[in-house]
């Protein structure tokens, strides 16, 4: 069934089917062409400036690793990795992409966002409405915590969690006690931002995939607001392509300024630079 292949995620249809039937016939296309939704958007992006990138450096990649969530700490990856049967949340070595640590979550659970929030990191599924909580050393669990909806993509601002749900909101979690704080309702000017997945919070913005495309948009913390979107087309070479899933992991090194990206099933890591003059789209 080519949405499990492609996704992994069939009640997908269902939802877009229920909640956005405008942009059926866009999602649907690049999901039958193949990988990485190449020259599809879900929308027509707003006024918000459009950006290129330029790629500063790849990195290996563990080309097993259905990633949901990707984080830069203290010179290591943590990925969190999707699939029943096939979730994990690991510890990898940038420069040769070999997984130092690893634990499998139960085959109950579908692997989805994490983030490191101090010494602890945060695991979130999909479905199940479940997420844990692990030293961030041993990988030792915790504690688990619930919530009211979907887990997508998981980041911080040192504050509160910020959690995506495959809509245009984002919850905002105390990460004490894991209560609802409140939402972020996510628009451009042209209306809300469906389908945020996998985030990450850089310098006052939270960036975020747009499932099933190629493109991060960055969202002001603050208002919601969608200040810029970043067209990632073109990544992965064409013989990198066979087999490889939608683009999602979003990784942010504070102190040396680098952005990292990676996509599900895919060889490579790519640390990456906005490039050229913003385009206005009128
Ligand atoms: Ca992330």
Known sequence: ?????????????????????????????????????????????????????????????????????????????????????????????????????????????????????????????????????YDKSSFSLLRKFSYAHEGWGITHDGKRLIMSDGTSVLHLLDPKDLHEMGTLRVRDDRGPVEGLNELEYVRGAIYANVWPTDTIVVIDSRTGRVTAWIDLKGLLAKEDLPGVDVLNGIAYDAEGDRLFVTGKFWPKLFEIKWIGQPVRRD
């Open 1 to 133: 069934m080519i949405f499990d292949r492609i996704t992994g995620k069939q009640d997908m249809l269902k939802w877009i089917t229920g909640r956005w039937p405008t942009v059926l016939c866009l999602c649907l296309t690049p999901l039958v062409l193949g990988a990485q939704g190449q020259g599809m958007e879900p929308r027509i992006p707003g006024r918000a400036d459009l950006h290129h990138y330029r790629v500063v450096r790849s990195y290996p990649h563990d080309r097993g690793a259905f990633t949901q969530g990707l984080v830069y700490d203290d010179g290591f990856f943590y990925e969190g990795t999707g699939l029943h049967g096939r979730s994990t949340l690991r510890k990898v070595d940038p420069a040769s992409g070999r997984v130092l640590k690893e634990i499998g979550l139960s085959p109950s659970y579908f692997g989805e966002g994490v983030t490191v929030f101090g010494d602890r990191i945060f695991q979130i599924t999909w479905q199940s409405r479940v997420g844990f909580v």
